[in-house]
C-alpha cells in the first residue's frame, strides 16, 4: 500500500540555522513526490515537486530511491518559514492522479 | 477574486441537519477534488472529477455526497453526519487530472 510517513510532528531551529524536514514513501511502482506547504492562516500551496529539480525559497529536495526518501532541507532557516509542512506521494496516470499525505510536520524557526 | 474559493469557512451543525459546502475555482481548471483533513490523520482524498463526471470515489460514507454541475462549481452536500466527521474539508483544482493541484483555504467542519 502506498504510505507516506514524516517522523517528526514537530521540528524547530535557530534562525540561520540549517533544516531538514524528513519524509519517506512506501511505494512499489515509480513515485512522483511533492512537498506542500500551509503558513498560519494561509491555504495549503505546493512547495516543490522531484521531477522539476528546482529550488523554491532555497528549500530543495532530492529523491533517494534507495532510501525511498525525499527529504527537505534549506541550509539557513528563516523565521518566514515556520509554516506546516507535508510531503506528498503522487501515483496513477500523469504520476498525480492520486495523492496520498504525511501527517505533517511543524516547523517553528526562532529568531 | 483568483483562485479557489471555498464557503463557509466554518461550519457547525447538528447531526440530523443536511448543509453543503461549496467551492469555485477561477483557473480555468477542469479537475476538481474533496480532500479531508483532521486532526489526527493525514490529508485524505475524498473525491475527484474531471471534466464534471466523478472519477473517484475513495470509500466515502454515502452521508457525504459530492456534486460538480460545471468545471467551475464544487459543492459536498452533508447530511445525517457524525462527530468524527468535524475536520477541515479542502477543495482543490487542477488543469487535468495529473497536474498540479491548487487548495482551497477550506472549511472547518464541526458536527455536534
Known amino acids: 500500500a502506498q504510505r507516506v510517513t514524516q517522523p517528526e510532528k514537530l521540528l524547530s531551529v535557530f534562525k540561520g540555522a540549517p533544516v531538514e524536514l524528513k519524509c519517506n514513501y512506501s511505494y512499489s511502482g515509480s513515485p512522483e513526490l511533492f512537498w506542500y506547504v500551509q503558513y498560519s492562516r494561509q491555504r495549503l500551496q505546493l512547495l516543490l515537486r522531484?521531477?522539476s529539480r528546482e529550488s523554491i525559497k532555497g528549500f530543495t529536495a532530492d529523491l533517494n530511491k534507495g532510501e525511498t526518501s525525499f527529504h527537505l532541507k534549506k541550509p539557513f532557516a528563516q523565521e518566514e518559514d515556520s509554516a506546516m509542512y507535508y510531503c506528498a506521494l503522487g501515483f496513477g496516470q500523469g504520476g498525480s492522479e492520486k495523492l496520498v499525505f504525511g501527517k505533517g510536520t511543524k516547523l517553528t524557526v526562532n529568531p | 477574486e483568483t483562485g479557489v474559493t471555498q464557503t463557509p469557512r466554518h461550519l457547525v451543525m447538528g447531526m440530523t441537519n443536511k448543509k453543503s459546502l461549496k467551492c469555485e475555482q477561477h483557473?480555468?481548471?477542469?479537475?476538481m477534488y474533496w480532500y479531508k483533513q483532521s486532526a489526527k490523520k493525514p490529508l485524505e482524498l475524498m473525491f475527484v472529477y474531471s471534466l464534471e463526471e466523478r472519477v473517484e470515489n475513495n470509500s466515502v460514507p454515502s452521508r457525504f455526497s459530492p456534486e460538480c454541475p460545471n468545471s467551475s462549481h464544487l459543492f459536498l452536500h452533508l447530511h445525517t453526519l457524525q462527530p468524527e466527521d468535524s475536520a477541515l474539508y479542502l477543495c482543490a483544482s487542477s488543469h487535468g487530472v495529473g497536474n498540479t493541484i491548487y487548495f482551497g483555504e477550506g472549511s472547518w467542519l464541526t458536527v455536534v
Open positions: 483557473l480555468g481548471h477542469n479537475a
Open positions: 522531484h521531477i
